[in-house]
């Protein structure tokens, strides 16, 4: 199984809203329901913020939320906030009881 | 709330066998449906997932690691464990213990683990 595909970088200013896009396989995105997108601040634990394609665990503001089209999966936060800024993460389940994430993409928020 | 800590050794030498613990407080590792999940991180790089464990002991391994690792459960103990044998430099990574089924809902902090002489 291949990582999933993240673009590096993503910015915007505050209150803006930032899309980030998580690119599979027919494998993998394209046929599950099982995405997940992850918050990682410097030296620390990743923290789920989105899981199901679109589903907001209890927590986690209206602004972060979640999509799907084909083999792509996407993170779109409103409303920028500076504590925004930090690494995301996709997940996808890729069948076979296995799991595969994608690179990472650093949010800046200019 | 249910938490998860990993300990083990921080270095490791070449060749040899990784080992590493994940202690579940605040519940029950045998309570509900959760598979207990290692994933790992190298410096400055992303998140790759190692395989899971159900409290009945039912295992699933990445396929690129499957040759080299285990994942046990003791119930007595509120713990699963980790190990990763042949270990080389590119094994040097953050270590995380996570919790979840179709998402990994709770984490560890990680422990950092260096493959080095």
């Known amino acids: 199984q291949s990582a999933l595909t993240q673009p590096p970088s993503a910015s915007g200013s505050p209150g803006q809203s930032v899309t980030i896009s998580c690119t599979g396989t027919?494998?993998?995105?394209?046929?599950?329901?099982?995405v997940s997108w992850y918050q990682q601040h410097p030296g620390k634990a990743p923290k789920l913020m989105i899981y199901e394609v679109s589903e907001r665990p209890s927590g986690v503001p209206d602004r972060f939320s979640g999509s799907k089209s084909g083999n792509t999966a996407s993170l779109t936060v409103s409303g920028l906030q500076a504590e925004d800024e930090a690494d995301y993460y996709c997940?996808?389940?890729?069948?076979?009881?296995?799991?595969?994430f994608g690179g990472g993409t650093k949010l800046t928020v200019l | 709330q249910v938490q998860l800590q990993e300990s083990g050794p921080g270095l490791v030498k070449p060749s040899q066998t990784l080992s590493l613990t994940c202690t579940v407080s605040?519940?029950?590792?045998?309570?509900?449906?959760?598979?207990w999940t290692w994933i790992r991180q190298p410096a400055g790089k992303g998140l790759e997932w190692i395989g899971r464990?159900?409290?009945?002991?039912?295992?699933n391994y990445n396929p690129s690691l499957k040759s080299r690792v285990t994942i046990s459960v003791d119930t007595s103990k509120n713990q699963f464990s980790l190990k990763l044998t042949s270990v080389t430099a590119a094994d040097t990574a953050v270590y995380y213990c996570a919790r979840g089924v179709w998402a990994f809902g709770i984490w560890g902090q990680g422990t950092m683990v260096t493959v080095s002489s």
């Open positions: 997940s996808s389940y890729a069948g076979s009881s296995n799991w595969v």
């Open positions: 464990i159900y409290s009945s002991g039912s295992t």
């Open positions: 605040g519940g029950s590792i045998s309570t509900g449906s959760y598979y």
């Open positions: 027919s494998s993998d995105v394209g046929s599950y329901k099982y």
